[in-house]
């Protein structure tokens, strides 16, 4: 286990992702250079512009299909860690290669590519997910850092499609960290680096990314949108599920690579349990107008069904502090005016 420290030099693949802008700035912040790939220049021409004032220390290369052999064979030279973020996201799929494809592909074709040319590389830094984690349950269930959705894998194999988009979305997240672990595992006494897997929940906060949509937004910060904005059906506001703020969770990838004994390690990083209807519930508490009240009290006395026991981020990466949903809240909404959103004009 070694520790990548500043001024080490950083690969974060899917660099223009809505993540991935928030890990480029903390790396940078923290004194890291960033080498960062996107699949078009054009697309993400801001970053030049955002990070213009840290120099060389931000460059950009293109991978245009992460799916190929060796795509990151150019990439990976000469990079001390790197961050792979690159994998779609979302709830559309139609078909399991769509999401499953490109996330295990993207994986092991990076993995080749530090095998064979990433000889400066020391750790791995993997974009997991908590979906790799836990299973969907109807009645409470604990679930922690050795916890596998093994249920998503087996339900897209025995049902291909009909599974759905969220359950094609789980499988890809854990097949992908199940073929990183596999992959260190077998070619273990010829590498010198190690794997770190960070395991999200669902990722809440501003995007960095400017001049975005509303069609742009990312899944999850989609999510909020939907809520705060009333597009949400009292069932929906019921659901419940964990959340972490896109800054902690992008501040867990800069610790995860300079944080030696993190070196093989699976981490959960969250700020813990909430219903949809607790997003509205913050707003009213804020005062903020125009956002719908939904159903206050109709979640009172629901059980948590997805109970995670997750130390790992505070013992090994030193992140301590809760982001108060409240906070998510007004940040959001100040964002979504700022942008001139439907629902949230200044
Ligand atoms: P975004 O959709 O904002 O970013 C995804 C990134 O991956 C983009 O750079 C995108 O490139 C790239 N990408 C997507 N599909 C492909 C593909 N087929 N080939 C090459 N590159 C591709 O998603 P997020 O920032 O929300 O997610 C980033 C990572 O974090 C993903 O690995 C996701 O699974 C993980 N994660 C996200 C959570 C969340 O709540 N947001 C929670 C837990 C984990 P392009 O822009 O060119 O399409």
Redesign the pocket.
Known sequence: MVAVSPPAKVLV?????????WVVKKYLEAGYAVRGT???LT??AFLKDRFSHYGDRFELVV?E???KDGAFDEAVKGVDAIA???????FKATDPDELI???VR?TTSILNSILKHGTAVKRLVL?????AVLEQTTTPRVFNETSWNNSAVEAVKAKGSAVGPATI?FA??TL?EKAAWDFVATHKSEISWDLVA???????GP?LTPALTVDDI????RDVYDTLSGARTSAQLRNQGN??H?AV?AEAHVRATHVAAAGGERIIVTSGPFFYQDLLDAAAELGIPNVPRGEPGSTKGTQILVNVEANKAKELLGLTSATPLKDLVEESVKDFKERGYPGFTA
Request: hydrophobic share 40%; glycine share 6%.
């Open positions: 693949t899917g660099a223009n992702g809505y993540l991935a802008v996107v699949r078009s697309k993400s991978v299909d992460i799916t792979h973020t690159a994998s779609p996201f979302h494809v490109p996330a993207g974009t997991s997910s908590i979906v979305y890809s997240k992908a960070i395991n999200p929940p669902y990722v809440f995007s990312n899944t999850s910060q959340w972490v896109v969770a």
